[in-house]
């Protein structure tokens, strides 16, 4: 770099594609202007589990309208690809309500879906079960949870610890089936070139996309072109091949034209993913001066008859404190429900729920402030592998939180602080998350002009990817950032990772960081950097990043409502690249966080088998109104170990413990313990008077 250019990395450079954003020039999948482009709309089961026997149109439909009806009856044959829920329209069974069983393709949007309200469908019904229990007869052991840690671990005798402890806590928590709701929903236009297919497709990973649905058509992934140049938000939902994408592509086949086919809000309930709901059983014991002597957090939630998807719901708790005595635990049952999938921080957000509201609970019991208590059982190593720590600010985090947050004016009492009409309590909980790294290649050219071309199949889902690769890029270089142009979203280009993990800026930055520097060192116009074998010998263990929620709520002594009049947020994430984009990360989690504390739910009706609050006028998510004061900061750290721009993720830990350091500041402010998430109105009101 030369000595006039200041380094990019760690400015708080403006989004490169929000001036398109604004204004509207930027395309999202279904925006593409194609030629001679016709409409598909999804009919779906409207029963939890049976047969589909026929299919029949409604003889008033507009034959010069709907151009074709697919079901198993009739759609072309597919290859069974490695996900069941991607083999669309190719058998008889139904396993969940709102499964998709036909597609109607017509000249317009309004024919097709018309088309789809009218169609008939003969159903053999069959009785379901969708309501996960505790102590359901079908509960089993996984082998694996989400994406490959062992379900199960087991240190030392939980059970004589337990026992033989003078203070413990034995309490169970639940966690609500939540939903991805992106702003842009799941969307696609398919175009077939020939034996070529071009998709334009709303998702966090055009390579995976491409190979995915090729497979599904017999087709290797070269031969699928996958462009997602902008997406309106993914939050795990799109990190993988979606049934719309491969719908849309089957009645491209069938028709002939290129088919658009863009989801409607209700679907995404059911077609594309949510989070499983949890019951955690978390046990804690302690000696007197708060020492944990064992942690025991086993888990249960439902999985899909089609598909199963193991959430890692008590992998965080194998990472955050000390304890010789230890074990954690996951249980599934096979339930007639769609498949759960990827959802912000998925495991870690809920678990964290359980995890640092029974610590909150074991402070209480022990007499000792919270944060306290988190203070006297932080480990020197990773508490189950032993591999020592890369960096682990988490402490820091705690004690700069809570001076920051004004901590040490609580009273610890509940019930302590009343202003007005209103109760005031604070809590606190911690948060972890991994930090990963995946292999990916990119690409750099030396342009005539003086300027650079960097490629990779990356997707930019919001976070600012773009303009992150864009600063590393420029620093490794040595030229300003107006001299870099980056290409992502578009599978064609070199292979990326998925957005997904809190790994994009570490998995693309590390390629793109080795790019720029083999093009500096060869002198030639052009590189080619693979990261895999670098990113294979990274060590596993010992690298995540930290941080300490804190909340002050208000609660209305005589309706029960819920206001968090503040959140903040304190982080040790390794170097910040952009503190601008990393600030709206941070708090994007923690309001998605206030969310799945006070309003998120998705309300089962297991006689139906279905949620009945399946839009945005009843799935209740955080509006302006319900944010006061949400801030975030972040400690001085550069971890070289992790990746070479010294980075941690911070795209999840935000949603990591703020759920519950909102469910402890309602305990500190009403005396009421919610372990039922979210923290209602019923379920305070008979406790206030």
């Known amino acids: 770099m030369t000595a006039t250019t200041a380094p990019a990395v760690g400015s708080p450079l403006g989004r490169i594609e929000g001036p398109a954003k604004v204004t509207g020039a930027a395309r999202y999948a279904a925006e593409y202007p194609v030629e001679d ?147 842009e929903p799941h969307a696609t236009i398919a175009v077939w070139q020939g034996d070529d297919l071009v998709l334009y497709d709303s998702n966090q990973h055009p390579p995976g996309v491409a190979g995915a649905v090729g497979a599904v058509f017999g087709l290797p992934a070269e031969r699928v072109h996958v462009i997602t140049e902008h997406v309106g938000g993914g939050f795990g939902s799109k990190g993988s091949a979606r049934p719309n994408a491969v719908l849309a592509a089957l009645g491209a086949r069938v028709v002939g034209r290129p088919v658009k086919l863009a989801l409607p809000r209700q679907a995404l309930f059911s077609m594309v993913g949510h989070r499983t709901p949890t019951i955690q059983r978390i046990r804690l014991a302690a000696e007197r001066d708060g020492t944990l002597t064992a942690i025991d957090h086993e888990a249960v939630e439902h999985t899909s008859r089609l598909f199963e998807f193991a959430e890692q719901t008590t992998v965080a708790t194998r990472h955050m404190y000390a304890a010789a005595n230890r074990h954690t635990g996951h249980r599934l049952v096979r339930l007639d429900m769609p498949t759960p999938r990827w959802m912000r921080a998925p495991g870690e957000a809920p678990g964290m729920v359980g995890l640092e509201c029974a610590m909150d609970e074991l402070a209480e019991e022990l007499g000792l402030d919270p944060i306290e208590l988190r203070i006297r059982n932080e480990p020197r190593v990773e508490p189950e592998s032993g591999v020592p720590f890369s960096s682990r600010q988490y402490l820091q985090c705690l004690r700069e939180g809570a001076e920051r947050f004004g901590w040490a004016d609580r009273d610890p009492r509940p019930r302590s602080r009343r202003e007005g009409n209103w109760w005031v309590g604070l ?143 304190m982080y040790a994430v390794g170097r910040v690249l952009n503190p601008r984009t990393a600030r709206s990360q941070f708090i994007g989690g923690m309001t998605m966080g206030l969310g799945m504390a006070l309003h998120e739910e998705g309300v089962l009706d297991p006689a139906m088998g279905d949620w009945v609050n399946h839009d945005l006028a009843e799935y209740h998510v955080p509006v302006h109104a319900d944010i006061e004061s949400v801030e975030a900061a972040w400690l001085s750290e550069d971890d070289r170990a992790v990746n070479p721009m010294g980075s941690k993720g911070i795209g999840e830990i935000g949603i990591v413990g703020s759920p519950a350091a909102i469910v402890n500041a309602v305990r500190h402010a009403t005396g009421i313990r919610v372990r039922d998430l979210p923290v209602r109105l019923d379920k305070l009101l008979p406790y206030l008077a």
């Open 37 to 183: 482009v016709v409409h598909a709309w999804v009919v779906q089961s409207p029963v939890a589990r049976g047969t589909l026997d026929a299919v029949i149109v409604d003889p008033t439909t507009e034959d010069d309208d709907v151009l074709a009806v697919l079901w198993h009856g009739n759609a072309p044959r597919l290859e069974q690809p490695d996900d069941p829920e991607l083999a669309v329209l190719q058998s008889e069974r139904i396993s969940y309500r709102g499964q998709a069983v036909a597609l109607v393709v017509a000249r317009t949007l309004e024919a097709a879906r018309r088309a789809a309200q009218v169609i008939g469908l003969e159903i053999t019904e069959e009785p379901h079960d969708t309501l996960l229990t505790a102590d359901h007869p079908e509960i089993y052991s996984p082998e694996q949870v989400n994406p490959a840690f062992p379900a199960d671990t087991r240190s030392g005798d939980v059970e004589q610890a337990f026992a033989a402890a003078p203070v413990k806590v034995d309490v169970t928590y639940r966690t609500p089936a939540l939903h991805n709701n992106p702003m």
């Open 427 to 569: 809590g606190v909980a911690g948060a972890t998350y991994p930090t990963m790294a995946q292999p990916s290649t990119a690409r750099v050219r030396a342009r005539p002009d003086g300027r650079y071309d960097v490629a990779v199949a990356a997707t930019d889902i919001g976070t600012g990817a773009r303009t992150i690769l864009t600063q590393i890029a420029a620093d490794e270089l040595g030229v300003p950032v107006d001299r870099v142009r980056v290409r992502i979203g578009d599978s064609t280009l070199p292979k990326a990772s998925v957005a997904g993990g809190s790994s994009g800026s570490a998995s693309w930055g590390w390629a793109v960081t080795g790019a720029c520097r083999e093009l500096r060192r060869s002198g030639n116009d052009e590189a080619v950097y693979d990261s895999t074998e670098e990113v294979q010998q990274q060590e596993k263990d010992g690298k995540h990043a930290y941080g300490a929620h804190f909340a002050e709520v208000r609660v209305d002594a005589d309706t029960g409502e819920v206001r968090v009049s503040r959140l903040f947020g």
